[in-house]
T-cell receptor, first 114, second 110 residues
Framework: NAGVTQTPKFQVLKTGQSMTLQCAQD?????MYWYRQDPGMGLRLIYY???????DKGEVPNGYNVSRLNKREFSLRLESAAPSQTSVYFC?????????????FGPGTRLTVT | DAKTTQPPSMDCAEGRAANLPCNHS???????VYWYRQIHSQGPQYIIH???NNETNEMASLIITEDRKSSTLILPHATLRDTAVYYC???????????FGSGTRLQVQP
């Protein structure tokens, strides 16, 4: 099993450009998440999807949109990138949302917005 | 939110047990304690979690005090590859996110 995979690994954008970060998991998990981690900081939840067909905002959703394409895939879109969105983005998945269900993380996408 | 307190850094000799403490004095009865680690900018890696009882898996042991106000993660035989930031997380009931604090930076020394 590959676990959670993310593409691309690195990306440089100019202010105002758009892009989509891709995430896929092969563990048959129902729930998926997008986090961002700024330098020296902990992770903050952007959006999550409790199950296929549902998405909900996390702590820092402004400037982002998500799509739960199917059970395996959960994408994050930046419509108009800003320097404040320079960060490392991690996708995660878990069998279910809620206590007692651990989250498994992908390797991250390192995004720089100039 | 139930907050956690961890020492900012610890050292451990290779081959010895690493004992990482965590205080979570405001934990509620239905909140789990999770441990994750992050090795040099990689994605966080799940280690173990527990509610009331002590837990053990192939990576580590988790000891939770009877009053649940603190816990200890034990890596029985630390290796250089265990050098990482270790996060103790109390999952707030009804919250979706894992809230990662500053963690403990464990340096395993040869």
């Amino acid at each position: 099993n590959a676990g959670v995979t993310q593409t691309p690994k690195f990306q440089v954008l100019k202010t105002g450009q758009s892009m989509t970060l891709q995430c896929a998991q092969d563990m048959n998990h129902n729930s998926m998440y997008w986090y961002r981690q700024d330098p020296g900081m902990g992770l903050r939840l952007i959006y999550y999807s409790a199950s296929e067909g549902t998405t909900d905002k996390g702590e820092v959703p402004n400037g982002y949109n998500v799509s739960r394409l199917n059970k395996r895939e959960f994408s994050l879109r930046l419509e108009s990138a800003a320097p404040s969105q320079t960060s490392v983005y991690f996708c995660a998945s878990s069998l279910l949302v809620g206590e007692g269900h651990e989250q498994y993380f992908g390797p991250g996408t390192r995004l720089t917005v100039t | 939110d139930a907050k956690t307190t961890q020492p900012p850094s610890m050292d451990c000799a290779e081959g010895r047990a690493a004992n990482l403490p965590c205080n979570h004095s405001t934990i509620s009865g239905n909140e789990y304690v999770y441990w994750y680690r992050q090795i040099h900018s990689q994605g966080p890696q799940y280690i173990i979690h527990g509610l009331k009882n002590n837990e053990t898996n192939e990576m580590a042991s988790l000891i939770i005090t009877e009053d649940r106000k603190s816990s200890t993660l034990i890596l029985p035989h630390a290796t250089l590859r265990d050098t990482a930031v270790y996060y103790c997380i109390v999952r707030v009931a009804g919250r979706r996110a894992l809230t990662f604090g500053s963690g403990t930076r464990l340096q395993v020394q040869p």
